[in-house]
């Protein structure tokens, strides 16, 4: 994945897109949720239902939906509360990861009716949340260590994970520079050869969050029923070359502290501050002289930028895609107002090519907890 595609006048239209209804998405959305959250209620007053947050490593699942011969996220968790529980069960997760993707946290619910051992047929209290999550995280312990349970709270038998979910995040991690990908980023981030502007991934930014139709950012396949999505907040920032994901303020404090500082976001939250963050591998060292890069075993740094898109719901592939642009307009391939070209193309064709799933990560689904 090296570059973009040309892009002509024939090919992309300079007309910008028609003001489309902020609520359009919302009444989609809304729509699809009444249709399909009744099929998933547990109508036992018996069954316990759990709404289980989960992280992984992607890079050893085939996604995270059931597959048949494929190791799925819901396959192993539902093989883990099988061995728990003595029966199948069924996960429901409230955003689906393609192949290679990772996630800080998911989020999912499960049904458990809780079944004596001894006495067959003898309905028993539920578990208290934290059970199931050491049980299940036992089993899962055993198997590869890849995917582990980090939070776990009783929930109503009608509260679904993914129609209940008011908001995701997601992470992107890339990084720059010409020295090979180190061990301990490997399939975790994307690795960029060439220097990226952060200022012009700023300015793309800026184009591409809000209200938009986003049909130049969906990828074939996808199955909702309109690609009108109000993106609230598209950022880039540099971070320390280690794996870390910044909270909102940090992004904003970061931002605040250089002069070319442009945050792109609708409905900021608040989180806790930190201080600005700067690359100190060319530090020079007071008692040799020497730049830390010349000092044997010492490894030079890449650059470190992560992405975070956050919206109510995502297309197919809506963050690779906008990712891959961001990229381009950082390499100087794309303008700012190639960029809005593209968003106003409607047409995927018109994008440039797709972020690889390996630097995705679903960073948080938020949730209106009863």
Known sequence: MTGS??????????????????????????????????????????????????????????????????????????????KFIGQPVSIFCSSRTDAGVHALSNVCHVDVERISKRKPGEVLPPHEPSVVRRAVNHFLQKNDGDISVIDVRCVPNDFHARYKAEERTYFYRLVSGPEPLTAFEKERVWHVQENLDLYAMQEACKVLVGHHDFSSFRASGCQANSPIRTLDELHVCEVPATPYFPSTTEREQSNSSSSNSHLC?????????????????????????????????????????VVTARARSFLYHQVRLLVGVLKCAGTGELTTSAVEKILNAKTVTAASPMAPACGLYLGRVKYDLP
């Not at 976001?265 to 002289?289: A, H, Q, R, W």
């Open 5 to 82: 595609p040309k892009h002509s006048p024939s090919t992309i239209t300079e007309s910008r897109p028609s003001k489309i209804p902020k609520t359009q998405d919302h009444r989609d959305q809304d729509l699809e949720d009444k249709q399909l959250q009744e099929s998933s209620m547990s109508k036992s007053p018996r069954i316990q239902r759990y709404l289980v947050a989960i992280e992984y490593i992607g890079t050893r699942f085939s996604g995270s939906q059931q597959q048949p011969n494929c190791r799925t996220v819901v396959g192993v968790l539902e093989e883990a509360f099988h």
């Open 265 to 305: 976001s609708i409905k900021p939250e608040v989180e806790l501050p930190i201080n600005s963050f700067s690359n100190t591998d060319d530090v020079v060292d007071s008692n040799n002289g020497k730049s830390n890069l010349e000092e044997f075993g010492v490894r030079r740094r890449h650059r470190c930028y």
